[in-house]
């Protein structure tokens, strides 16, 4: 593992090479998941409808939120395949990445539906009168299909983006088993192609406004792995857009050049989706030409807005720090655990009528707390790592055998220019902690 070294200066270099770990993406995805739980706790004031909210919305709640809304979950999707193109690339092939991809992916989503979704899906059925207590609904009522209380089940509430991102990894290692090196080239190739003059910024957009707008009236808006068209048109292109940009290093100078544009029409959009969302809130639905212009300005926004913050990482934070490791680990099992931990502390908070900053504060320190707790007792007890999507922990080989290995290696470097282990100083010996990173 290479240095720590502190956040300071801009990159100089643009690119970074595909055998080198990029830390601005690091940054980036760590950025982006706080963001979602700052954002699911903002979802309890908002005049939207949510999992369980306060008896007063706030409306000054919606210009802020409105911003975010459009590029939060694609950018998650953009990110996610870049790791995986990461992943792909050390895995030593496509089964072993598939299989990879289906531990660090389906194990977790298994996990979470059997011991995190349950408390959430407790509480909403407690909003509609059940009766029983956990223990008793989650050996006796969870486990059914159908409505129940006015709630559906199964029901994977927020891990909706494990699943996804699990069937778009899983179908790409498929491709890449039947047709790797084609789709690779024809990847490359795209990347080449959008590289010239401004396509890399309207392309997109065109082909992602027309995917979004062809489907708007002809499928309905509705959250589902086989019924979700409309997301998977905007998500599969955004997921293999990351994955080509791992691998496409001619990409960077691109999005270099047009990042000022980009953010020009982040800014458009954004005020576009803003007006709409102020002029027909909460569930006011507009009529169907400011529906699809709402739809297209969302589009454009996440595209430019995902182009934005890559340039942002490449050039500002790709740069190692003490705390990057530990946090890129923390990130998927906070997200296993936050929306849960947000839904159970407001179900017992919220009838103490405390004020909005103080119930905000509340909300957002005990779900770190918790999210904290979780991760920091996971990552400890070996069986439970690959549960919340950490990956395990090799066994540590005897002091002696580590100390007889880096003699044999530093034997094989000192021996070509006239040099013997007796010539090691004491400080040079072995380091005992693994030096391979931790998987994204």
Same mark, same amino acid.
């Given at each position: 593992?290479?240095?720590? =070294?502190?956040?300071?200066?801009?990159?100089?270099?643009?690119?970074?090479?595909?055998?080198?770990?990029?830390?601005?993406?690091?940054?980036?995805?760590?950025?982006?998941?706080?963001?979602?739980?700052?954002?699911?706790?903002?979802?309890?004031?908002?005049?939207?409808?949510?999992?369980? =909210?306060?008896?007063?919305?706030?409306?000054?709640?919606?210009?802020?939120m409105?911003?975010?809304?459009?590029?939060r979950?694609?950018?998650?999707?953009?990110?996610?395949?870049?790791a995986?193109? =990461?992943?792909?690339?050390?895995?030593?092939?496509?089964?072993?990445?598939?299989?990879?991809?289906?531990?660090?992916?389906?194990?977790? &989503? !298994?996990?979470?539906?059997?011991? *995190?979704?349950?408390?959430?899906?407790?509480?909403? *059925?407690? +909003?509609?009168?059940?009766? =029983?207590?956990?223990?008793?609904?989650?050996?006796?009522?969870? /486990?059914?299909?159908?409505?129940?209380?006015?709630?559906?089940?199964?029901? /994977?509430?927020?891990?909706?983006f494990?699943?996804?991102?699990?069937?778009?990894?899983?179908?790409?290692?498929?491709a890449?088993? /039947?047709?790797?090196?084609? &789709?690779?080239?024809?990847?490359?190739? !795209?990347?080449?192609?959008?590289?010239?003059?401004?396509?890399?910024?309207?392309?997109?957009v065109?082909?992602?406004?027309?995917?979004?707008?062809?489907?708007?009236?002809?499928?309905?808006?509705?959250?589902?792995?086989?019924?979700?068209?409309?997301?998977?048109?905007?998500?599969?292109?955004?997921?293999?857009?990351?994955?080509?940009?791992?691998?496409?290093p001619?990409?960077?100078?691109?999005?270099?050049?047009?990042?000022?544009?980009?953010?020009? *029409?982040?800014? %458009?959009?954004?005020?576009?989706?803003?007006?709409? #969302?102020?002029?027909?809130?909460?569930?006011?639905?507009?009529?169907?030409?400011?529906?699809?212009?709402?739809?297209?300005?969302?589009?454009?926004?996440?595209w430019?807005?995902?182009?934005?913050?890559?340039? *942002?990482?490449?050039?500002?934070?790709?740069?190692?720090?003490?705390?990057?490791?530990?946090?890129? #680990?923390?990130?998927?099992p906070?997200?296993?655990?936050?929306?849960p931990?947000?839904?159970? %502390?407001?179900?017992?908070?919220?009838?103490?009528?405390?004020?909005?900053?103080?119930?905000?504060?509340?909300?957002?320190?005990?779900? %770190?707390?918790?999210?904290?707790?979780?991760?920091?007792?996971?990552?400890?007890?070996?069986? &439970?790592?690959?549960?919340?999507?950490?990956?395990?922990?090799?066994?540590?080989?005897?002091?002696?055998?580590q100390?007889?290995?880096?003699?044999?290696?530093?034997?094989?470097?000192?021996?070509?220019?006239?040099?013997?282990?007796?010539?090691?100083?004491a400080?040079?010996?072995?380091?005992?902690?693994?030096?391979? +990173?931790?998987?994204a």
């Amino acid at each position: 593992m290479p240095e720590d =070294k502190a956040l300071t200066a801009p990159s100089a270099i643009t690119g970074t090479s595909q055998s080198q770990r990029h830390y601005g993406m690091d940054w980036l995805r760590i950025a982006a998941f706080g963001l979602l739980i700052v954002y699911h706790v903002a979802m309890v004031f908002a005049p939207w409808a949510w999992v369980i =909210k306060t008896s007063h919305s706030y409306p000054e709640l919606i210009a802020p939120m409105a911003l975010l809304t459009p590029w939060r979950l694609p950018l998650l999707f953009a990110v996610s395949g870049y790791a995986s193109r =990461k992943l792909f690339d050390r895995s030593g092939g496509t089964p072993a990445f598939a299989r990879s991809r289906a531990i660090r992916l389906l194990v977790p &989503l !298994a996990f979470g539906m059997v011991a *995190v979704v349950p408390i959430e899906m407790w509480v909403r *059925v407690l +909003e509609t009168g059940y009766p =029983k207590g956990y223990l008793h609904f989650w050996a006796m009522d969870y /486990w059914r299909a159908g409505s129940f209380y006015g709630r559906e089940f199964p029901s /994977w509430e927020h891990l909706w983006f494990v699943a996804y991102l699990a069937t778009y990894s899983l179908l790409l290692a498929a491709a890449l088993a /039947w047709r790797g090196p084609s &789709l690779l080239a024809a990847l490359d190739s !795209a990347a080449d192609w959008l590289t010239r003059q401004w396509r890399l910024l309207w392309i997109p957009v065109a082909a992602l406004v027309t995917l979004r707008l062809g489907l708007l009236f002809v499928v309905p808006e509705r959250q589902g792995l086989v019924s979700d068209w409309g997301g998977h048109s905007q998500y599969v292109p955004l997921f293999l857009f990351g994955f080509a940009l791992a691998g496409a290093p001619q990409l960077w100078p691109a999005i270099a050049r047009i990042w000022k544009a980009a953010l020009g *029409v982040t800014a %458009i959009a954004g005020a576009v989706v803003v007006g709409i #969302e102020l002029a027909y809130p909460g569930t006011a639905i507009p009529p169907h030409a400011l529906m699809a212009l709402d739809r297209a300005a969302r589009v454009a926004m996440a595209w430019s807005m995902i182009l934005t913050l890559f340039h *942002v990482a490449e050039t500002w934070w790709n740069r190692d720090h003490p705390w990057r490791k530990p946090l890129a #680990e923390a990130v998927f099992p906070f997200y296993i655990v936050h929306h849960p931990a947000i839904v159970l %502390i407001a179900w017992y908070s919220l009838p103490l009528e405390f004020n909005p900053f103080a119930e905000f504060a509340l909300l957002l320190g005990g779900t %770190i707390a918790i999210c904290f707790a979780a991760w920091a007792t996971g990552r400890r007890i070996g069986w &439970l790592r690959p549960l919340i999507g950490l990956a395990s922990k090799p066994a540590k080989a005897p002091a002696a055998a580590q100390h007889r290995a880096a003699f044999e290696r530093d034997r094989e470097v000192a021996a070509p220019v006239g040099l013997d282990a007796a010539h090691r100083g004491a400080a040079d010996d072995p380091a005992t902690m693994d030096p391979r +990173e931790a998987r994204a």
